[in-house]
């Protein structure tokens, strides 16, 4: 009986394939002898990866260091299929450990992804990966490669849904090659298949673009980038004229890439793990958990019965930071027969309406887009729900103001990043003077916002169950409007916009943050798919 071959006996050999039939064709026949190939361990002078065509072993150049893939496949069982499913990862983990490195990624794809829609896994690939891999990406990898002309990215350890995302979006690459899971009828079934069967470069076949340039001779323009020590040494340099290797003991002093030197902003991210939930990390989250539930029920019930002088001392104690760092206006506290005051916030949870209630020690009212109706009903302040139609909005905010404050977030999303998106220009037609404050949030564990429509529900529960969360408020000097309410010319759109600019870079001031154009249709469009409208009735 003759003994059918182990699919795992050669871990690269469906990378060799795909780059056999995307740098040489279908046929196997123009490869790079020995003799015009080229390897050296000194680092490439930049000038001479200009204009090239770079093959880059993702893991070893543009990453500062070779982590673990715990902390990736994580991120994708939790983001994708749950808290359950990240902790039977946890669970089976050390077990994985005894296998050999092919065997153990295979195990970890098949736990991580089995039964979850190819859909959500890209979305995950998209908005919550790209962030863990700039904070890991090498500034050094990214001068190598940002000039070529062409690049084609390996990655040895992650299945290609998992950092193509990044790798298109952020750094530009053309291609990339890497494992494919098997996936039946919208679900992947956690096996990874030994070829890729399609691969694209700006829509034209890569094997059909790589083989014309085999004909004509221009094969030797191919630069290799790989780690010392590696197999994929030996099959980068069969393929380029010159590789370029670098040994682990050169990349300690690598530097990480700054946040001023991302390729492309990193404005917007989803997610709940605030941090890297690497094996230690995530026994601690875990263990956690059912703690932080309970904590963050207790918390959100005594900021919603009991009265702020009682609730923010109790907040404190139980390890929620609130910073006032400049006070409210004097007469905030006082009642106004004209009306209410309007407060202008940059948008960071949803709790910022709450924390300025808090600080004010007196209700308001604050006007939302699209929440959740639960998260309307629980609320401990008056929510007032706008119509997206700008005359009726206005109207209902004037006849809100007028009988009390008013709370408005302008960006009509929230950010996560230092980063302030456009504001809308329609409270600047209210009143003639408004009051900026400052918002700053920091969490350790949780993300308290999400794109998720079955996920938003729990916003304000996520933020609650964060060991140590954070709160920083500051209330600036009021701000002139172009325009008032009691103008009889009626509203320049041109100055409304001017007004709300104006009111957006005094804020950005007091915050150092960025100003951007993005806004809330651009974020959910990028992480969702959506425009992130939640239907509910409204709240009157």
Request: some cysteine.
């Amino acid at each position: 009986m003759v003994k059918k071959p182990s699919p795992f006996r050669k871990p690269f050999s469906p990378i060799r394939r795909l780059l056999r039939r995307n740098l040489s064709g279908r046929h196997y026949r123009h490869p790079t002898t020995a003799a015009t190939a080229k390897t050296t361990t000194s680092p490439p002078p930049a000038e001479n990866l200009q204009g090239q065509t770079l093959i880059v072993d993702v893991e070893a150049w543009l990453l500062r260091s070779r982590l673990s893939t715990f902390a990736y496949f994580m991120v994708v069982a939790v983001e994708a299929g749950g808290f359950l499913r990240g902790f039977l990862l946890l669970l089976a983990y050390p077990f994985m450990c005894l296998l050999s490195g092919d065997m153990r990624l295979r195990a970890m794809v098949m736990v991580a992804f089995f039964g979850l829609r190819e859909k959500e896994v890209a979305r995950v690939g998209k908005a919550v990966l790209p962030k863990l891999f700039l904070e890991e990406m090498a500034m050094e990898g990214l001068d190598a490669v940002k000039d070529a002309r062409k690049v084609v990215a390996v990655c040895t350890l992650f299945p290609r849904v998992m950092a193509e995302g990044f790798l298109k979006e952020y750094l530009g690459v053309d291609t990339v090659v890497g494992k494919e899971v098997l996936a039946v009828a919208g679900r992947y079934v956690g096996f990874i298949v030994d070829e890729a069967l399609t691969l694209q470069m700006d829509g034209v076949p890569v094997g059909v673009e790589m083989k014309e340039m085999m004909n004509k001779g221009k094969h030797e323009e191919a630069f290799g980038l790989v780690g010392t020590g590696g197999r994929m040494n030996h099959l980068f340099s069969y393929y380029c004229k010159e590789t370029y290797a670098v040994s682990e003991t050169d990349k300690t002093a690598w530097q990480p890439l700054p946040r001023d030197k991302y390729p492309n902003p990193l404005v917007f991210h989803d997610g709940r793990l605030a941090f890297t939930p690497t094996f230690p990390a995530a026994i601690a989250m875990y263990t956690y958990l059912p703690f932080g539930i309970v904590l963050a029920i207790f918390r959100s019930l005594a900021y919603s019965l009991l009265p702020y002088c009682v609730s923010i001392p109790l907040g404190a104690l139980t390890g929620i930071r609130s910073r006032v760092i400049a006070g409210p206006p004097i007469d905030a506290t006082e009642k106004s027969k004209a009306g209410g005051r309007l407060y202008v916030c940059n948008h960071r949870t949803l709790l910022d309406p709450i924390t300025v209630a808090a600080c004010l020690n007196k209700p308001v009212t604050a006007v939302t887009y699209s929440v959740s109706p639960v998260s309307e009903l629980i609320a401990p302040i008056r929510t007032a729900r706008l119509t997206r139609d700008r005359d009726e909005d206005r109207r209902r905010m004037a006849a809100l103001l007028a009988r009390g404050d008013l709370v408005v977030c302008p960006e009509g999303t929230t950010c996560r990043e230092p980063y302030l998106l456009r504001f809308s220009p329609l409270f600047t037609e209210l009143t003639a003077e408004v009051t900026p404050v400052a918002l700053e949030t920091n969490v350790d564990m949780f993300y308290g916002t999400s794109t998720k429509p079955a996920s938003k529900v729990l916003d304000p529960l996520y933020f609650m169950m964060n060991p140590r969360p954070d709160y920083r408020v500051e209330f600036l000097d009021p701000v002139r409007t172009a325009t008032s309410t009691n103008s009889q010319e009626g509203h320049n759109k041109s100055h409304t916009i001017e007004a709300a600019n104006r009111v957006q870079r005094v804020l950005g001031e007091a915050l150092a943050f960025k100003l951007t154009e993005q806004t809330r249709k651009d974020k959910y469009m990028m992480l969702a798919g959506n425009e992130g409208v939640v239907e509910g009735k409204v709240k009157k």
